[in-house]
């Protein structure tokens, strides 16, 4: 149980990767500063985060069992709180989705937008209503560089990241008003279960409905990039960590927050161009016409990312 000095952390998707480390970070507090109750849909997996938060568990950390994805399950986790009273909703539960679309089922990009998306808004629309008669509290939302920007072959989740910077955007005005603050995490890539998953899954798919060019963009150009891209620029999820507790206890908490100086110059293009032509033309040069080149120029750019586009972030440090 919280005592009334420290702050109610409640995190989704703590089975494994950022949500994980966050939790355990926030629990081992030197200042014991908070309480988290660290979520998950299915507490069969919880033995990771039990271990990972050693003395903490039972004390600064307890368990509750959530999926985002269902109504009866959000409502039973936050009506089971003291007064249903939060200080810090962490937004962090997600899932990944890449290949082409012609092999991708309505279903399964449903899916992407029911977790990562509405999940969101079920969760935010059950605790901000308690925030806005409170006058305090702050949500945070784990969006990714993807929400900023598209990537080829990752189209929905780009789209349910988009969404989700569009809903927050909108919603954070207002929030204002009652003092309750919306921050937004924007991590690149972060090796986590996320990556192992986006490897298992093109292992294990054939790509019916997609035509051999487009598959082979896919398998032979596009991949081998990205796995490139992870191991150059790649954060540990608990950098992640780090970044979000900082957001956590800034006196004015910044609305966005990158994680990543090395991925921020990428995201720069965008802001550099506003017909978005930029972005679009140095991402197909980068993909179709480098080619093995790529590697090198993104180790190039680790070195030479400047000074100014670092300070834009939020250093894990
Ligand atoms: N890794 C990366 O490169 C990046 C990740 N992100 C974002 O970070 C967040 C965390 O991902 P990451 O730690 O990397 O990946 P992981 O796959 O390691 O963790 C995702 C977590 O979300 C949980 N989850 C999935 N669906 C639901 C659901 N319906 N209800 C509750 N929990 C659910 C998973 O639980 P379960 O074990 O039950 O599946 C798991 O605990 C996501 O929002 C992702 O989009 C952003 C930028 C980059
Ligand atoms: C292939 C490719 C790219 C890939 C970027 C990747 C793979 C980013 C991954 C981000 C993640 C995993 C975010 C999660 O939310 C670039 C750099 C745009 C340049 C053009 C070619």
């Given at each position: 149980?919280?005592?009334?000095?420290?702050?109610?952390?409640?995190?989704?998707?703590?089975?494994?990767g950022?949500g994980?480390?966050?939790?355990?970070?926030?629990?081992?507090?030197?200042k014991?500063?908070?309480?988290?109750?660290?979520?998950?849909?299915d507490?069969?997996?919880?033995?990771?985060?039990?271990?990972?938060?050693?003395?903490?568990?039972?004390?600064?950390?307890?368990?509750?069992?959530?999926d985002?994805c269902?109504d009866?399950?959000?409502?039973?986790?936050?009506?089971?709180?003291?007064n249903?009273?939060?200080?810090?909703?962490?937004?962090?539960?997600?899932?990944?989705?890449?290949?082409?679309i012609?092999s991708?089922?309505?279903?399964e990009?449903?899916?992407?937008?029911?977790?990562?998306?509405?999940?969101?808004?079920?969760?935010?629309k059950?605790?901000?209503?308690?925030m806005k008669?409170?006058?305090?509290?702050?949500i945070i939302?784990?969006?990714s560089?993807?929400?900023?920007?598209g990537?080829?072959?990752?189209?929905?989740?780009?789209?349910?990241?988009?969404?989700?910077?569009?809903?927050?955007?909108?919603?954070?005005?207002?929030l204002?008003?009652?003092?309750?603050?919306?921050?937004l995490?924007e991590?690149?890539?972060v090796?986590?279960e996320?990556?192992?998953k986006?490897?298992?899954d093109?292992?294990?798919?054939?790509?019916?409905?997609?035509?051999s060019?487009?598959?082979?963009?896919?398998?032979?150009?596009?991949?081998?990039?990205?796995?490139?891209?992870?191991?150059?620029?790649?954060?540990?999820p608990?950098?992640?960590?780090?970044?979000?507790?900082?957001?956590?206890?800034?006196?004015?908490?910044?609305?966005?927050?990158?994680?990543?100086p090395?991925?921020?110059p990428?995201?720069?293009l965008k802001y550099?161009?506003?017909?978005?032509?930029?972005?679009?033309?140095?991402?197909?040069?980068?993909l179709?016409?480098?080619?093995?080149?790529?590697?090198?120029?993104?180790?190039?750019?680790?070195?030479?990312?400047?000074?100014?586009?670092?300070?834009?972030?939020?250093s894990?440090?």
């Amino acid at each position: 149980m919280a005592s009334p000095e420290q702050k109610v952390v409640l995190i989704t998707g703590c089975s494994s990767g950022i949500g994980l480390r966050m939790a355990v970070m926030l629990a081992k507090d030197e200042k014991k500063r908070y309480h988290v109750i660290a979520t998950m849909r299915d507490l069969k997996r919880k033995d990771k985060l039990v271990e990972a938060a050693g003395d903490a568990y039972g004390k600064t950390l307890s368990l509750a069992v959530l999926d985002v994805c269902n109504d009866e399950s959000v409502k039973q986790c936050i009506n089971g709180i003291k007064n249903r009273h939060i200080d810090v909703l962490v937004n962090n539960a997600g899932i990944g989705l890449v290949g082409p679309i012609e092999s991708i089922p309505i279903e399964e990009m449903k899916k992407v937008f029911e977790t990562n998306f509405f999940g969101v808004i079920r969760m935010i629309k059950e605790v901000m209503p308690d925030m806005k008669k409170r006058r305090g509290g702050h949500i945070i939302v784990v969006s990714s560089v993807m929400g900023l920007q598209g990537v080829v072959f990752n189209d929905v989740y780009a789209a349910s990241k988009f969404a989700m910077e569009g809903f927050c955007e909108s919603l954070a005005v207002q929030l204002l008003k009652f003092n309750v603050i919306l921050s937004l995490i924007e991590p690149g890539p972060v090796h986590t279960e996320f990556e192992a998953k986006m490897i298992q899954d093109v292992k294990q798919k054939e790509y019916p409905g997609a035509d051999s060019d487009t598959v082979h963009y896919f398998k032979n150009v596009y991949l081998p990039s990205s796995v490139d891209i992870f191991e150059a620029f790649g954060q540990t999820p608990d950098d992640v960590a780090k970044c979000t507790k900082k957001v956590i206890e800034a006196s004015r908490p910044r609305f966005r927050n990158l994680t990543n100086p090395l991925y921020t110059p990428i995201v720069a293009l965008k802001y550099a161009d506003e017909t978005g032509g930029l972005s679009v033309h140095a991402f197909y040069h980068m993909l179709f016409n480098m080619g093995p080149l790529m590697h090198v120029s993104m180790v190039a750019m680790k070195y030479l990312t400047c000074g100014c586009l670092r300070r834009r972030t939020i250093s894990p440090n």
